[in-house]
């Protein structure tokens, strides 16, 4: 079977919304050598190589919205999608306290190669889908740990991330969470909400394309009655921030 680097689901709906997964898979292409970049198995279950839970979501939240989703297919290890082409941390040679063996001496000229196997085939997709909407939400879905290196629980259930340049659907989707009670919405937790390149970046702030990041935390869409629940509740309040932002 031919390796694809994305995958694709309800190109052809109407809604403005793009739901989009740039962590989706802890995928590694035969091409880059397959397996596991040297890791142990487990490692590639963690946080490290892709956003556990997020795929789910993003699948079930593009079903609620009638919206295509257009996911990834390999690791964050491999190269990050999230990430500005030029971006030092594209390839990590050390994440989270963890040496990434098959990345160590990978140069200029392997970083290109894997940006034309996966990175720059997901974006062009990505951006074929957005193109054929009028005028696009994009809309990223990402995962978080619960804890940092051993420190105490995240407060933060969900995370709305934005830039400055642009919060015209952010902050009505925040206070759209906030008002449906129960939740401690991070804006802009637990990360800054924009890197130059970065998809949200390259897909809609270059395009002047309403956005945002949502930001799940993991130990809250772990099986698929959680997944789907949070997906109704996204899609409740995108829809609410929709018709107040009148974007």
């Avoid at 789910?56 to 999230?82: H, K, Q, T, Y």
Wanted: aromatic share 4%.
């Amino acid at each position: 079977m031919t390796y694809a680097p994305y995958s694709i689901v309800g190109e052809d709906l109407p809604k403005r919304f793009v739901v989009i997964c740039d962590h989706a898979a802890n995928t590694v292409p035969d091409a880059v050598g397959g397996g596991s970049l040297g890791l142990r198995n487990e490692d590639m279950q963690r946080h490290i190589a892709y956003d556990p839970g997020a795929a789910a979501v993003s699948l079930a939240l593009a079903e609620v919205l009638g919206a295509p989703a257009v996911l990834s297919n390999f690791s964050r290890l491999v190269i990050d999608p999230n990430r500005g082409e030029d971006d030092p941390t594209l390839v990590m040679r050390l994440y989270d306290g963890t040496i990434i063996p098959a990345n160590r001496e990978a140069g200029p000229e392997e970083i290109e190669r894997r940006k034309s196997l996966c990175y720059l085939p997901y974006h062009d997709a990505v951006e074929r889908v957005a193109v054929l909407r009028e005028d696009p939400v994009m809309v990223s879905v990402h995962s978080f740990t619960p804890q940092l290196r051993g420190r105490g629980l995240r407060p933060w259930q969900v995370g709305v991330l934005h830039s400055h340049r642009d919060t015209r659907l952010a902050m009505p989707l925040l206070h759209a969470l906030e008002e449906q009670g129960g939740l401690t919405v991070g804006d802009n937790q637990p990360y800054g909400g924009h890197l130059p390149g970065d998809s949200m970046d390259r897909h809609a702030l270059s395009h002047g394309r309403p956005n945002a990041l949502i930001e799940l935390r993991q130990d809250l869409i772990e099986d698929e009655t959680a997944q789907r629940e949070w997906a109704e509740r996204l899609a409740l309040a995108l829809d609410a921030a929709v018709a107040q932002a009148q974007v």
